[in-house]
């Protein structure tokens, strides 16, 4: 394992932030990891795809790049596939691995940028599916003792873009390997949410397959999200809030079309791209940064922002959405 200084980690964030990592090394496999751990150099910092993490400084200490390959099926029933899949594999290309071989459960979680082992830190979802839904366990090797731990389904704490890596757990693990179960026979497809039924609609499928499926999320998502190989991005910077029936009502005298989802406990849950939007900051540019023009949601690098510049609107969005909505809106990417 080679480590290298003042590395610059532009190429390694899908936001582009052209900052340096004092020192940094790219890990292939656990072994790589054992010895990073014994080097003397802290803090650490792990990352996959860079795709959920905003920079505001050159980072000190040591970043650890996590590579560690490899697909392959563990366990097979009739029905059922466990898969076990190296924590540096891109998240999309196994959905198109297992769309090949027709196996079941991730197809709406198409194009979700990323790597397999930051997929479960964040329990990533979309268009009704979550990472949970068909996890089994995941090893992590413990970066205080060296030593490979089993975290199972339950371990986890899995909530909504949360789970206990970003908790109790955050810092102390570097996960290296996820078990996923998929369908191999009678896949439970997911067309609910969103415009997938009127995609496959118009793509004129009738019967869809987990490919349609596949296919219809990849063009829903690259209608609204922007390619972060053109723009700059992460994707959702802040979490859609959680709030009651009393302030949906409220709301709901000036805005009477306020879209919302419904939750146990009389909450529920507001766009936060709407409420942002609502505010005026839809396609606005401020500097070098703002939000995109097609998903208010999403903040977007237009080219040689600082992270300090996308945080400051992250908190200026964060500003009037409270002023106006008396919500306060969380980021869900890591601010570093
Ligand atoms: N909306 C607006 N203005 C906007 C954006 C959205 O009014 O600028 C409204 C839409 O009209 C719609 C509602 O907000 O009524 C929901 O929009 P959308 O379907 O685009 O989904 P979202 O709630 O904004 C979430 C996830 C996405 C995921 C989609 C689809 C979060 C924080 N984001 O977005 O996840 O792809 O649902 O399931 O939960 C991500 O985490 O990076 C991500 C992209």
């Known amino acids: 394992m080679q480590i290298h200084q003042n590395y610059s980690?532009?190429?390694?964030?899908?936001?582009?932030?052209?900052?340096k990592a004092e020192y940094f090394a790219e890990l292939q496999n656990i072994q790589d990891l054992?010895?990073?751990?014994?080097?003397?150099?802290?803090?650490?910092?792990?990352?996959?795809?860079?795709?959920?993490?905003?920079?505001t400084n050159d980072v000190k200490g040591l970043v650890l790049k996590v590579?560690?390959?490899?697909?392959?099926?563990?366990?097979?029933?009739?029905?059922r596939v466990w898969v076990e899949v190296g924590a540096g594999v891109n998240w999309h290309q196994l959905v198109l691995w297992a769309v090949q071989h027709n196996y079941g459960g991730?197809?709406?979680?198409?194009?979700?940028?990323?790597?397999?082992?930051?997929?479960?830190?964040?329990?990533?979802?979309?268009?009704?599916?979550e990472l949970k839904d068909v996890f089994v366990k995941l090893k992590a090797v413990d970066l205080t003792t060296g030593k490979l731990k089993t975290f199972f389904n339950s371990d986890c704490a899995f909530g909504y873009r949360d789970s206990i890596f970003k908790k109790a757990a955050k810092g102390k693990f570097c996960i290296t390997s996820v078990v996923l179960s998929l369908s191999k026979t009678n896949h439970r497809l997911k067309l609910s949410y969103g415009d997938i039924r009127k995609i496959l609609e118009q793509n004129k499928v009738s019967q869809p397959d987990i490919a349609d499926i596949s296919k219809a999320v990849i063009q829903i998502r690259?209608?609204?999200?922007?390619?972060?190989?053109?723009?700059?991005?992460?994707?959702?910077?802040?979490?859609?809030?959680?709030?009651?029936?009393?302030?949906?009502?409220?709301i709901q005298v000036?805005?009477?079309?306020?879209?919302?989802?419904?939750?146990?406990?009389?909450?529920?849950?507001?766009?936060?791209?709407?409420?942002?939007?609502?505010?005026?900051?839809?396609?606005?540019?401020?500097?070098?940064?703002?939000?995109?023009e097609k998903q208010a949601l999403v903040l977007v690098n237009h080219g040689g922002a600082t992270g300090e510049e996308v945080s400051q609107l992250?908190?200026?969005?964060?500003?009037?959405?409270?002023?106006?909505?008396?919500?306060?809106?969380?980021?869900?990417?890591?601010?570093?």
């Open 254 to 292: 000036h805005f009477p079309n306020v879209p919302f989802y419904e939750l146990p406990k009389n909450k529920v849950k507001i766009p936060a791209g709407w409420l942002i939007e609502q505010c005026g900051w839809k396609g606005k540019r401020v500097g070098n940064t703002g939000s995109y």
């Open 34 to 55: 054992q010895e990073a751990i014994r080097n003397p150099i802290r803090p650490l910092l792990l990352m996959g795809g860079g795709s959920n993490l905003l920079f």
């Open 67 to 79: 590579s560690i390959s490899g697909i392959k099926v563990v366990r097979e029933s009739n029905n």
């Open 106 to 129: 991730i197809e709406n979680l198409s194009l979700i940028p990323g790597t397999v082992g930051a997929a479960p830190v964040q329990n990533i979802g979309a268009y009704g599916v």
């Open 222 to 250: 690259s209608s609204k999200l922007p390619d972060p190989a053109k723009i700059g991005n992460c994707g959702s910077f802040f979490k859609n809030p959680e709030t009651d029936q009393t302030k949906l009502r409220e």
């Open 314 to 336: 992250a908190q200026d969005i964060i500003a009037s959405v409270q002023q106006k909505f008396g919500i306060r809106l969380e980021p869900e990417v890591n601010i570093i």
């Open 9 to 19: 980690l532009k190429e390694l964030n899908t936001f582009g932030i052209g900052v």
